[in-house]
């Protein structure tokens, strides 16, 4: 099985991280690594069932999130080599919010996914995405 993680620590409180991750629809906070959205369907970015296209290559679809744990689940079901659906099956990526309770606080986010086959190829293309994805997040709260 394929894995990878990611984590960052954010000098924001968690509660205001959350805010900006919560919603599936709206990754305006990563302007350099998301540079178009389109929302499939009618579901709310809240929602369970909630699906998006990102720039024009990732179909992604929000299976679970848990405002009291800072959570969410959610599947790649299409994308681009090495992600592509014909390369990796039962893509599960998780994104967890938590209080760093040490010192002037702030907030630690995990990102990370599993999924099978293509596992070398697909670590590493989803590790930059995610990296990515993370830093934009702490220069977009920290500024």
Same mark, same amino acid.
């Given at each position: ?7 960052? @620590? @954010? ?11 919560? $919603? ?8 350099? @690594? ?10 709310? %970015? ?7 296209? !990102?720039? %024009? ?8 999130? $848990? ?9 790649? $079901? ?9 390369? @990796? *099956? *039962?893509?599960? &990526? ?8 040490? &010192? #002037? ?7 990370? *996914?599993?999924?099978?086959?293509? #596992? ?12 990515? !994805? !993370?830093?934009? !997040? ?6």
């Amino acid at each position: 099985m394929g894995k990878t993680y990611q984590s960052i @620590v @954010v000098n924001t409180p968690a509660e205001a991280v959350w805010e900006k991750l919560r $919603d599936f629809h709206d990754l305006s906070w990563a302007p350099d @690594v998301i540079t178009n959205v389109d929302v499939v369907g009618d579901k709310a %970015g809240d929602q369970p069932g909630a699906r998006r296209v !990102l720039n %024009g290559a990732f179909h992604e679809t929000l299976h679970a999130l $848990d405002d009291d744990n800072r959570e969410l689940t959610y599947s790649i $079901d299409e994308g681009p080599s090495p992600v592509s659906s014909g390369e @990796v *099956s *039962s893509y599960e &990526g998780h994104v967890r919010v938590r209080p760093v309770t040490e &010192g #002037d606080g702030g907030t630690f986010v995990e990102w990370y *996914s599993q999924w099978k086959g293509n #596992d070398e190829s697909a670590a590493e293309f989803c590790h930059g995405i995610y990296a990515g !994805l !993370l830093e934009q !997040l702490k220069k977009t709260l920290e500024h």
